[in-house]
């Protein structure tokens, strides 16, 4: 008789129940170095332009003096502390940016690898196997937390070699602890992420959880540090607590307390929940189905509109505030460019005017870099439609691609011009409360003057989407982090003009500062319509695929 | 816009590569209004390029295709006046309810059979409350099913459509298509499921790496595969091992089993002299002319 021996195969017990870790790892960490990097840059540049543009000690002083007492400013960005100091600005400037960025940056991971792992069933592969839900739990926020972790190292890293290089003067542990304060609210958003995917069934339901989580978190420190005697709700707030560490100039430790305390309390109930609970179960259940109403059902237009409603009020919503906001510190910060070297340099590049003027030139521009990526986040949704496979189902319908096209493309336009048209009526409101002289004409003006850049950002991504639809994303990122990152070299110190030139926020005048570039605003308009034509002739003849 | 044709699905040389991958490989049929056509073939072999071509998603690389007499290129959008399909994975957007997926889909379709819609979401069993993403891949078939079926479209094109259905309704979705043959409706419906096929289709096409290898009725296909005969002797066993077309299984005690694709006629004219006890012949399956196939 023979017998016939099967090969014996032998698992690294090891390898096999550590998967949920190893992928955890390798989609959080590559990011979180490539926005350490970042980080680190803005950090760096925020550091380097204070030392140019408040060369004197009485420039310093002057800055201090409007913004330490300033309630508007306090209330947005937290209280300004020794801004007379390269550390104070370092601070004022870039912290507040930053933890918002990395707990966004965390919420959109942790639910990704949460809840979302569940949700496209990935994890019912590994379940199957010998890993638990609670120990693939436990694994994925371990992974996550090693991300943050990797974060801190960078940015401290950075940010000391860079204070080296460029005599900032900034110590290796004011480095890491101002790298610690940055990366404590990913680690806190971590925490509340691993912790809203146990409740939630849905990703989308934990991200919208986790965004009111960090605006309700915002909102009560901003209503503390409003100087109507409230400072004590900076201590009930997640933000507030990183606020109150008060990195570089005078840190806080104490504060850390509260924040590792809170992680761990949530990491450790999202693990005991999913030691309790179903693979795809959840603390809450499924959301009753909203309504929809019957009107968005009837054509594929209607139903256009009605797929980018959410993305489009969230835009409608940010694009509204941050153009009060900016209108609304306009004064008071341009009070302090007035007659300061930042003037100088705004008035060789064509801003004239006075130091509000100068300022609101500057804040519509980074309008224009939110209207770019509102934009092209359209025709992303647009190349969604197509991966998804949704539009294998639209299309053998009796529905002409070009007519499903040119619906998404005036979707596109109508969201712009509905955007645009309340971000005037908004800025122009508070412009005129503030007495700053910008007539309704001059805010129009402003907002068509910031348009060019993201219809050609746009144009750009519709021709890769018609020509090489897999290359949509590329195109349109590419185009919006090279020219950010021009800008940020540009703010650093001399560049080459012809690298200036390159970056499409370089070529929007800072109006009502200069006046407006027609010449610019053509040509980048011309390109995104030229783009938008030649994806629509291609997508027509092209295979339509979920590739 | 229907010309006017007894024709309503023909392929001439239809070929679509991909690079240096050829999906489809000249592919030549031509399907009458009415019939009910199975296409076979395993996995990559080209059915979903062809439903892909037909439904005017992807260009050929060459040869042409006609719906009704209108071309899959040009014409798609006056093809899909009167056609359906139902996709292999029913994929519709994540957060609308069942039935507003199939008021969608009615939309877009621009008509359908509200009260046979009603019929169908009774006989499916289908719970159109809740949202697309919370659905089995079953209840997801049965979406995308429904919301063929209701508009009573004068072409189906079915590309795997009771993957995840439960036999209960793999039963009732073969009710709905005998109801589509009685309306005079065609489907081209493409199947990895041999018993459903054979059920349901008046035609088979089997293709293979993106060529058409075979096609007809199942009649015709008989002679592709061997019939399996049992025969009883009441006392000894004839030699018919010098007979055209049979392949001995076992033999002994007055039994003989073999595979038979020969003439009927010489066989029994060999056997006559030998008194029968019994004789059982099983006809092949179109799962076994399918393994026969696939097999070479």
Known sequence: MTVTLVPKISFSPVKRTQVPFRRAIRTSVKSSLLWSVAFGIVILSSSISYKSFYPTAASRKMLQSVFSTNVATNSLFGPAYHLDQIAGFTVFKSFFTLIIIGALWAIFLSSKALRGEEENLTWEHVIAGTTTLASATLQVIIGLTEAVVSMWVAITFVVYLGSMQSHLGFSFLQCAFFALAITSTPLLFISFGALASQLFAERKTVNIALGWLLGISYALRLVGDSGIGLHWLDYLSPIGWVELLHPMIDPKPIFLLPIFLCSGLCLAASVAMASRRDLGQSAVGVRTPSRISPKYLRSSLAFSFKLISTNLFSWLISISVTGLILARVAESVGSTITGSSVKTVLERIGGQGNGSNLFLGLSFVILAMLFAFMLLGQVLAMRAEESSGHLDTLLSKPISRLRWFGGRIMVLIASEFLVGLVSILLIWIVLATEHLGQGFTGVLLSIVNIMPPGILVAGCAIFAFGWFPTKTSLAGYGILAWSMMVEIIAGLGKSSQFLVDTSIFHQVSPYPAASINWKSAVIMTGIGVVGTLLGAYRFNKRDIGPT | ?296
């Open chain 2, 1 to 296: 816009m229907e010309k006017n044709s007894e024709i309503a699905i023909e392929c001439k040389d239809l070929s679509k590569h991909y690079g240096k991958t050829v999906a489809l490989d000249h592919l030549s049929i031509q399907i009458n209004k009415g019939q009910i056509v199975g296409y076979l073939g395993p996995n990559g072999a080209g059915k979903t390029t062809t439903i892909r071509l037909l439904l005017g998603l992807v260009k050929p690389t060459s040869g042409s295709a006609t719906i009704f007499g209108l071309d899959s290129q040009k014409d798609k959008v006056a093809i899909h006046e009167n056609l359906a399909y139902v996709p292999g994975e029913s994929n519709l957007w994540p957060d609308l309810t069942g039935a507003q997926a199939l008021d969608l889909l009615a939309n877009l379709r621009g008509h359908s059979d509200d009260s046979y819609r009603q019929e169908l979401i009774e006989r499916f069993k289908l719970d159109t409350s809740r949202k697309f993403r919370t659905y089995s891949k079953g209840n997801k078939q049965k979406v995308a099913l429904i919301g063929a079926l209701m508009t009573r479209s004068s072409l189906l094109i079915l590309d795997e459509p009771t993957a995840g259905l439960d036999p209960l309704m793999e039963v009732e979705f073969r009710g709905c298509i005998h109801e589509a043959r009685a309306n005079g409706q065609t489907v081209f419906l493409s199947s990895h499921i041999l018993s459903e096929v054979e059920a349901l289709c008046d035609q088979v096409y089997i293709l293979r790496d993106g060529k058409l290898i075979e096609s007809g009725n199942l009649g015709e296909f008989k002679h592709l595969s061997s019939s399996e005969i049992v025969i009883q002797f009441k006392d000894s066993v004839p030699d018919i091992s010098a007979i055209r077309g049979v392949a001995l299984l076992s033999s002994g005690h007055g039994h003989l089993r073999f595979k038979f694709n020969g003439d009927f006629n010489e066989l029994l004219k060999h056997i006559s002299n030998f008194p029968v006890i019994s004789f059982f012949s099983h006809e092949p399956s179109l799962e076994e002319l399918f393994v026969s196939l696939y097999g070479k």
